[in-house]
């Protein structure tokens, strides 16, 4: 029996070794990612912040991310696209007045959940900052940060959809010079979380919120992540004509009836990402898990028999 047991011990640690290996494997290739940028391995959120947990620490007490549920999700992806559908046939009200050109090349945008996972980190470290490193193995990431605080808990938001509105307000201090060449324009302000969250060729976003108590305050603070990252100077921000006329490779017009000014597409590398198990890694981890009990289950199994 001693042997039996110390067989099952074995088991048990094994699996625990397992899990915590594969998880901190995974987290460590996208630190990775970074030094072969020529960049610290801990400018990466998941290398700055390795503790999977809330932080509390002096400014950032209390954080609450219970927020970010499946109908947080669907609203701020809902708001996403409807802007950027809007936006494509001039319809959003704060272009009133600015001759934006519509927008030919406007993508759906997905869900995506490592971006969140990402967008997680941050905010639940109360961090408030742009990730000197913003790398996935697809793409490098853009990233849009936002926050509104009162002294009464109860008196905030209970999302954070007037800062995604701010963002996009932005547009009133944009020169529409940089709709063909971004870089080129004079804006009158601060206009990139604007452009983040309008480039076209983006195609994915995640968002995390978080609640905490900072200094005798309380913030609601978001983060949305876009994949890939726009806002790159010299390529434009979009493509100039009707809606939906010059819609990417890969992507058509209609792919969702509610957008209809949206080109719409998947690309497979994307899929694992919609799926929350898959962004974790969670499938991986049970499948070598389940292996490691099968085989532990057999040895058992053939000691009792002998």
């Known amino acids: 029996m001693d042997k039996i047991f110390t067989k099952v011990l074995i088991c048990i640690w094994l699996i625990v070794i397992s899990f915590t290996t594969i998880q901190s494997a995974s987290d460590q290739d996208l630190c990775n990612l970074c030094a072969k940028d020529g960049k610290s391995y801990y400018d990466h959120i998941y290398c700055m912040f390795p503790n999977p947990g809330p932080a509390s620490k002096k400014g950032c007490r209390n954080v609450d991310i219970s927020t970010i549920t499946d109908s947080f999700r669907q609203k701020v992806l809902h708001w996403h696209n409807d802007y950027r559908n809007k936006f494509a046939e001039g319809t959003w009200p704060e272009q009133s007045g600015k001759n934006f050109p519509k927008a030919a090349n406007m993508r759906y945008l997905h869900y995506d959940y490592q971006l969140e996972k990402l967008a997680r980190r941050n905010v639940q470290n109360c961090y408030y900052n742009h990730e000197p490193c913003r790398r996935v193995g697809r793409f490098a990431y853009g990233q849009n940060l936002g926050y509104e605080s009162h002294s009464d808990k109860n008196n905030l938001p209970p999302d954070s959809e007037s800062t995604w509105n701010a963002w996009v307000n932005e547009m009133k201090d944009f020169d529409v010079k940089d709709v063909a060449e971004f870089g080129n324009g004079q804006h009158t302000g601060v206009v990139n979380h604007f452009v983040a969250t309008t480039w ?52 058509k017009a209609g792919f969702n009836a509610t957008f209809p000014n949206l080109c719409g597409g998947i690309n497979n590398e994307d899929i694992p990402f919609f799926d929350p198990k898959e962004a974790a890694g969670t499938n991986v981890r049970i499948s070598i898990i389940l292996k490691i009990l099968l085989a532990c289950y057999l040895i058992l199994v053939l000691d009792l028999r002998n």
């Open 200 to 251: 076209a060729e983006t195609r994915v976003v995640g968002c995390a919120q978080s609640i905490y108590e900072t200094e005798g305050m309380y913030r609601i603070e978001v983060a949305c992540n876009y994949g890939p990252a726009g806002v790159i100077v010299g390529l434009p921000m979009y493509l100039a004509g009707d809606p939906a006329t010059k819609c990417p490779e890969g992507t």
